[in-house]
């Protein structure tokens, strides 16, 4: 049964979550100078108030679209935006590093109710297989809108407000979703629920944040015990919730999707895609506003070519896997972005603007189309009772690939930089971030205040090099399996118009 008006417009009610969570990660990234100069915290917390939002959201993914199969997936997206305004409002006028990593935690468990909604209903809602894919392509390219409305309204927000107020922009989008929801949208759910697992739930959790703090305090504080103790704990919650999962009769994670390749490729590109995407984020807007000077505004308009590419490249997929095995075209989507990591590897302190708006668009029209490609292959393979859970995991595999991204690429690039500044004798306040180290030079006489500041935009260019690198190789690692293992999945069939009824039909139908 194909989806009429009343679905298509249900689906602009679905991407009002999606947008939203786009802008709420691309405003925050244009807002991190800010923060660091108004609240100072250290590299380690810079980082989890990066990383603690996308973190929660993987983490309870999982749950929560298994909770919106059993109590109704239209209720619980409206409890989401509830939550993830109410948790808005409170991060805008955090008045310390660690309430803002406590809020922006909470916001993680909102965003965590939204997004496995909006996927599982619009499995329910778009059957024919051609619709469906449109529909996704849409709500893939809601994230590139997002990319482009967010540094316009952050810069436009930046510029006269404080850095609170980019939270504040979450508080009208949330209410016209609670107002045209219960309209709109039909409620769906899981006729035969299984029981919630609660620790099921704690067990993802504890297998995702003590990982993550210890990569990040390897990366800043060099090997030690406590890190390498928290990655072994993180491992083990990991491997207990796996064999929890497969002895369940009905699992939050069903691991027998893991047996089918086509699946697992799907979901490792996808990972990989927002891994490289959203980390690179990190860099790049402290590039354009702390290495390049653009103020915030100036420094949005440059995510306008990107965010158009990104559009473009969710609205071709769909006719590209018509014509083109989908093997293939996540292929060449790997390639492209790799190809604009490559050259966003390359930037250096004099500020080469064509460089960075051609690296930033090949990255976003390349990683896009894998995004839009990979979501299909995997909300296909979900029965509509479980749709839910296929969502939920769906987005645990994009929501820990963005986080994984930031905390392993900054890292890295953490990890260069404090090594590169520590070498040329700058002081112990500078080796954190780059923010930091530019309020120190504001403090300091000359010539010894411009000495850091040079030195210390060096050793950013030199991080950002090398995690450019490492998301580039990443790129074209899974860009040599993604044709292996999806060579199975065959061209999508053209979608069929409607038999026109014959005359007898139609009299009838009078």
Same mark, same amino acid.
């Given at each position: ?6 679905? $298509? ?7 009002? #979550? ?22 100072? #915290? ?67 468990? %909102? ?51 404080? $850095? ?71 491992? !083990?919650? %990991? @491997? ?28 490792? !590109? ?25 103020? #915030? ?40 972005? @790799? ?49 839910? !859970? ?14 994984? %991204? ?46 850091? @500041?040079?030195? !210390? ?54």
């Amino acid at each position: 049964m194909k989806a009429g008006r009343k679905q $298509w417009i249900g689906l602009a009610v679905l991407v009002l #979550p999606v947008l939203l969570i786009s802008v709420d990660l691309h405003v925050l990234s244009y807002a991190l100078p800010f923060i660091s100069a108004s609240l100072a #915290p250290s590299g380690s917390q810079l980082l989890w108030i990066i990383d603690i939002y996308p973190f929660m959201l993987a983490g309870l993914l999982l749950p929560m679209g298994t909770l919106g199969d059993r109590v109704g997936r239209r209720r619980l997206l409206m409890a989401g935006a509830a939550a993830f305004g109410a948790a808005s409002a409170v991060a805008a006028f955090s008045p310390s590093a660690d309430l803002l990593i406590v809020t922006r935690a909470l916001l993680g468990v %909102g965003g965590a109710t939204l997004m496995p909604s909006t996927l599982s209903l619009i499995r329910n809602m778009f059957h024919d297989d051609g619709q469906r894919r449109v529909a996704i392509a849409i709500w893939t390219g809601a994230f590139a809108g997002g990319a482009m409305l967010g540094p316009l309204m952050g810069g436009a927000l930046l510029e006269h407000f404080w $850095w609170g107020s980019v939270f504040l922009v979450n508080l009208p989008v949330m209410a016209l979703l609670l107002i045209l929801a219960p309209l709109l949208l039909p409620e769906s759910r899981d006729p035969r629920p299984g029981r919630f697992d609660l620790l099921g739930v704690a067990l993802s959790l504890g297998a995702i944040l003590p990982t993550i703090y210890g990569i990040q305090h390897i990366a800043q504080d060099g090997l030690g015990w406590a890190p390498v103790l928290a990655i072994v704990a993180g491992l !083990a919650m %990991g @491997a207990a919730f796996v064999r929890r999962q497969r002895a369940m009769a009905d699992p939050m994670l069903d691991v027998r999707l893991f047996g089918s390749r086509a699946f697992t490729a799907a979901i490792g !590109a996808n990972t990989l895609g927002v891994f490289a995407m959203v980390g690179s984020s990190l860099f790049t807007t402290q590039y354009l506003q702390m290495v390049m000077g653009a103020r #915030p505004l100036v420094a949005g308009l440059y995510a306008l070519p990107s965010a158009g590419m990104a559009m473009l490249a969710a609205g071709l997929a769909p006719a590209l896997v018509r014509k083109v095995r989908p093997g293939l075209v996540v292929c060449a989507g790997l390639l492209v972005g @790799a190809s604009g990591f490559a050259l966003l590897s390359r930037l250096d302190v004099t500020g080469q603007n064509g460089l960075l708006i051609a690296g930033i668009m090949l990255m976003a029209g390349g990683v896009t189309l894998v995004l839009t490609v990979s979501s299909d292959l995997i909300i296909a393979t979900a029965p509509p009772e479980r749709a839910g !859970a296929v969502a939920g995991l769906s987005q645990v595999a994009t929501e820990f690939g963005g986080a994984l %991204g930031i905390s392993l690429l900054g890292s890295i690039g953490t990890a260069v930089y404090r090594g590169q500044l520590a070498d040329s004798g700058a002081p112990s306040a500078a080796l954190d971030t780059l923010g930091g180290a530019l309020e120190s030079a504001r403090h300091m006489g000359e010539p010894a205040a411009s000495a850091l @500041a040079v030195a !210390a935009r060096e050793a950013f260019a030199q991080g950002q090099h090398y995690a450019m690198l490492a998301a580039a190789a990443a790129l074209c690692v899974m860009a040599v399996l993604a044709p292996v293992m999806l060579r199975t999945v065959r061209r999508a069939s053209r979608p069929q118009p409607r038999p026109r009824p014959d005359r007898s039909e139609r009299h009838a139908a009078r």
